[in-house]
């Protein structure tokens, strides 16, 4: 594992940072640039580390993902040189879970490959995200084909991705968590209308878009059913929980890139007298920042931990989840204030980590929905006459 993490330590350092400006200008040079990174990363073994080689990808379970993503994560471009990008990753693992093999051949295949991109469309501005029951896109059956109509959002990716994972509901009368499937779309299926919508000022381009979806009298084969029919949550769960630890294990590298920004600019600027590190308001951030990313790190390696051995990790994951979101934002701030003006340009990473961060407590569910999660199972417990035991 070790040997592993070095590995792509050492591909992040030669490839990635020093392209880290180019990358981020999005036009085509960084898209060949991207392509060509991908290129080298697979050649060199460093693929897909999320999924299990019977997947087609190199990985080695939860835990060793955990400390690979400590280096992965640092850039935001990492995670798509090594083809283990959101939303794909979770898509990938959901079509490995319950996918049939003709639908492994044509969606998961060439997705593990690097040569297709997919979104996950579930959010839709009319309803709550945060609650999904309310979901109104529908997908219909008619004869051999489902027809899908509705309108998404926030369906990140989705411009020039290959295909889509639909969440419709197709049985309307049952119960609320029976309502909804999951289809899988191709995305130049006619009646697909994707817009980019900016967001916190960024438009993005094809894998940092989050766009606006409709869904026009949209007509695929019956056979594009993932899973059951009606089980979408219980696949949205299985997809999700994982994808959430995903993401905090990425923050860990964007926390430790942080803080080392912090630590060496503390040392290098004076002023009144002294340099930074040596007033005690910065010494307060640097230290509240470590025991900050300590905490996560301990709490994901945890979930993790218990992710590959089997459990579900519904409160592990919940509860790093809307405390990681936090200490991300907040380690991110500390080293943006400690740089001054400098924080805020394009000079460094830390403005462009910053306002990604905050999307981290909203998506996947907002923090709030976390703890009510994590809270609700805990009194639970207590009701039971368990009690809760810390493990
Ligand atoms: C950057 C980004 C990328 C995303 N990518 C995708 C994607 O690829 N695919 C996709 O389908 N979706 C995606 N989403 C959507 C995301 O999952 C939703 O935004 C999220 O689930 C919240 O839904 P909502 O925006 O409708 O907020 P709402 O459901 O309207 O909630 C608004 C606020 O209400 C509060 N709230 C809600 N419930 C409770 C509660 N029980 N207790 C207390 N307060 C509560 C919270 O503060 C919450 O932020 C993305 C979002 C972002 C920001």
Known sequence: MEDQRAAYRAFMEAHVYPNEASLAREDDDAAALVADLRARAKAEGLWAPHLPPEAGGTGEGFLAYAHLNEEIGRCVWGQLVFNCQAPDAGNGEILHMFGTDDQKERFLAPLVAGDTRSFFSMTEPEVSGADPTGLRTTATQDGDEWVIDGHKWFSSGAEDAGFGIVMAVTDPDAEPHSRTSQILVPADTPGIEVEPVPVMGHR????????????????????????????????????????????????????????????????????????????????????????????????????????????????????????????????????????????????????????????????????????????????????????????
């Open 204 to 391: 993005g381009r094809g894998w940092s878009t989050h766009c606006d979806v409709r869904y026009t009298n949209v007509r695929v084969p019956f056979s594009n059913l993932l899973g059951g029919r009606g089980s979408g949550f219980r696949i949205a769960q299985k997809r999700l929980g994982p994808g959430r630890i995903h993401h905090v294990m990425r923050w860990l590298g964007q926390m430790q890139r942080a803080f080392e920004l912090m630590c060496t600019r503390a040392l290098e600027r004076e002023a009144f007298g002294s340099t930074l590190a040596e007033k005690q308001t910065v010494q307060n951030w640097i230290a509240d920042s470590a025991a900050d990313i300590q905490a996560c790190r301990l709490l994901t390696l945890d979930a993790a931990h218990k992710i590959d051995e089997g459990d579900e990790a519904r409160v592990e994951i919940s509860l790093v989840k809307f405390f990681a979101a936090r200490a991300l934002s907040e380690v991110i701030d500390r080293a943006i204030q400690v740089h001054g003006g400098l924080g805020l340009t394009d000079r460094t990473p830390l403005a462009a980590m910053w306002a990604m961060a905050r999307g981290g407590r909203i998506y996947d569910g907002p923090d709030e929905v976390h703890r009510m999660v994590v809270s609700r199972r805990i009194l639970r417990a207590f009701a039971d006459g368990e009690g809760w035991q810390f493990s």
